[in-house]
């Protein structure tokens, strides 16, 4: 498409992404200087629309961009109350005390929160303040200089026929350039995945690790909802079989979100990660508090959780890396908002120095340097350890070594070091011989469901003449390689039901059925062969999760 003629735009700063990286980027810059023309451009049909995430935030992101959040209105008004951590067996649960933690792993002064109303209120914040916000549009190309620097963005194409070839209805996009382009897509963005590969920016970096993280909002009976209660599990029904673990809380209006992460480095390319969460459901402890109650919405994403290690290099010539992008989750905290809207503000002070001082298109050094120095990398280096000792001892080796390496980095120091990743979660899926399949129960319709059903509560739309944006490089891979070898596991990885073997007349064929997909990225990373790349669709298609 490379010979299409484009009208184009010029900014100060474009960004992509309407996350909580991107929008305390708009913020800041604006901020700082109220005639900065900053754009942000998101992908989905609102902002907020591709964003289920019931979560625990820390406010210190917020804190620092907005120090007056309560004044303004902000939706976070519901603090934690109550803090509950157990150890499941398949018909009981342990207590796990919280005096053995240290104390940064306690949930005193945070709040349960929407992040997709969050982000739509910083979204108001940030108009307010004369950000551009372009909903539905999703950025399919990076603009490169003479030089190989990154001058901008292709946004908004639509109307490609099915075989990418352009339809009666074609509209080919503008081009959206910057001094300085930030990419805050959220894990697996596909133009930061670009931009790490073409500069090589994870060159002596442990490679990412992931999680996929499954969620559903439900209403329940009253007299069981606890405004305020935070609680977070291990152990069944995923035992030895993958690391994760669940979490329940209890928003205001009897809603409960619960959400279920299985670590995508698992081994058996029998294991079903939907159905692990479905199964949880049905724990005692779980069952007697959703009994009666319905679910409202699901969604899936996909959760770096590398950590420090795993953060490639941040800045490119007219580029940067924000949030996750990047990877800046905690993981034994399960937070990494905070810290993405704090790599936002880091981003906008530094793009803010180099146009003051006419720089325009180079490396924001002094970016990278305030992550991995200041408060971010701070946060972070407390729990490197954490994952990549959960990876090689096990949940109970890790709940002991974790929690240990977490006391004596909070002290300044480590008896382990650095523990390093190994293999990438793909190269981590062994061959199918050697593990026994899992017999699953089928889903009751009550607390349990099938994945399809499901699907229709994340309120996914793609349109169907456009080209498929899930990609194979090898078309041949999944039936001759991935099906003999791995027992074909992405009809399993997939929490959207999107990819299929099916026989017709004596010949199977590998199906894409690419209206389902709730952009979680999953595919991109567990497929063992790597052989299928998520790319954005149309602007405005994908999941439109509900404004709760």
């Not at 009981?92 to 933690?101: L, S």
């Not at 349960?112 to 549009?137: D, H, K, T």
């Not at 990412?208 to 599990?233: C, N, Y």
Request: net charge negative.
């Amino acid at each position: 498409m490379a010979e299409i003629e484009r009208e184009s735009m010029e900014y100060d700063v474009v960004i992509v992404g309407a996350g909580p990286a991107g929008l305390s980027a708009a913020i800041r810059l604006k901020q700082l200087d109220a005639d900065l023309n900053v754009v942000v451009l998101e992908k989905g049909s609102e902002v907020g629309a591709h964003i289920l995430s019931g979560a625990v935030l820390d406010p210190c992101g917020l804190d620092a961009l907005i120090p007056d959040w309560k004044e303004k209105g902000a939706p976070v008004t519901v603090p934690v109350k109550e803090d509950k951590f157990y150890l499941l067996g398949e018909a009981g649960k342990v207590t796990i005390p919280h005096w053995p933690m240290p104390k940064f792993m306690s949930n005193h002064g945070n709040y349960i929160v929407s992040m997709g109303n969050v982000c739509r209120w910083m979204a108001e914040q940030a108009e307010a303040l004369g950000v551009e916000i372009f909903p539905g549009m999703a950025c399919s190309e990076l603009v490169y200089g003479d030089n190989g620097e990154i001058r901008g963005v292709v946004a908004g194409e639509f109307g490609k026929e099915a075989d990418g070839t352009p339809g009666p209805g074609y509209e080919p996009g503008m081009e959206l350039l910057g001094k300085y382009v930030f990419l805050s897509e959220g894990v697996r963005g596909s133009l930061s995945k670009e931009v790490i590969e073409k500069y090589n920016l994870s060159d002596g970096h442990c490679p990412q690790k992931f999680g996929l993280g499954m969620k559903e909002i439900w209403e329940i009976d009253p007299a069981k909802h606890s405004e305020g209660r935070v609680e977070h599990t291990m152990g069944w029904p995923l035992g030895g079989n993958a690391g994760g673990g669940a979490f329940i809380y209890h928003l205001d209006n009897n809603q409960v979100y619960v959400g279920f992460v299985v670590h995508l480095n698992y081994r058996n390319p029998h294991l079903y990660p939907y159905m692990e969460f479905q199964r949880f459901k049905h724990h005692p402890h779980v069952a007697a508090l959703l009994e009666g109650g319905k679910r409202v919405a699901y969604g899936a994403r996909a959760i770096s959780e590398g950590g420090f290690q795993s953060m490639p290099k941040m800045v490119a010539p007219g580029v940067a890396l924000l949030g996750c992008s990047v990877g800046m989750v905690n993981v034994p905290r399960i937070k990494g908002n905070h810290n993405a809207m704090l790599s936002g503000k880091a981003a906008a002070e530094a793009a803010y120095e180099a146009i003051q001082a006419g720089r325009a298109s180079d490396e924001l050094s002094a970016y990278e340097s305030e992550v991995r120095e200041g408060a971010i990398g701070k946060d972070l280096w407390k729990v490197r350890n954490v994952k990549p000792l959960w990876s090689k001892t096990g949940l109970l080796g890790s709940l002991a070594l974790g929690g240990f390496d977490m006391w004596t980095n909070s002290f300044g120091f480590s008896l382990f070091g650095t523990v390093k990743h190994g293999k990438t979660d793909a190269a981590s899926t062994e061959l199918a011989a050697g593990h026994q399949p899992i017999d699953y129960p089928k889903p009751d319709g009550k607390l349990s469901f099938d994945r399809l059903t499901n699907v229709s509560f994340s309120f996914t739309n793609h349109e169907e003449s456009q080209p498929a944006h899930l990609k194979l490089k090898d078309k041949r891979v999944p039936v001759l390689d991935n099906l003999p070898k791995y027992a074909g596991p992405a009809q399993r990885y997939c929490p959207a039901g999107v990819y299929e073997f099916v026989e017709t007349e004596g010949k199977t064929e590998f199906v894409i059925n690419f209206q389902n997909c709730v952009h979680c990225k999953t595919c991109d990373i567990k497929d063992p062969s790597q052989n299928i790349n998520w790319t954005v669709p149309q602007g405005g298609d994908g999941p439109n999760y509900p404004n709760m």
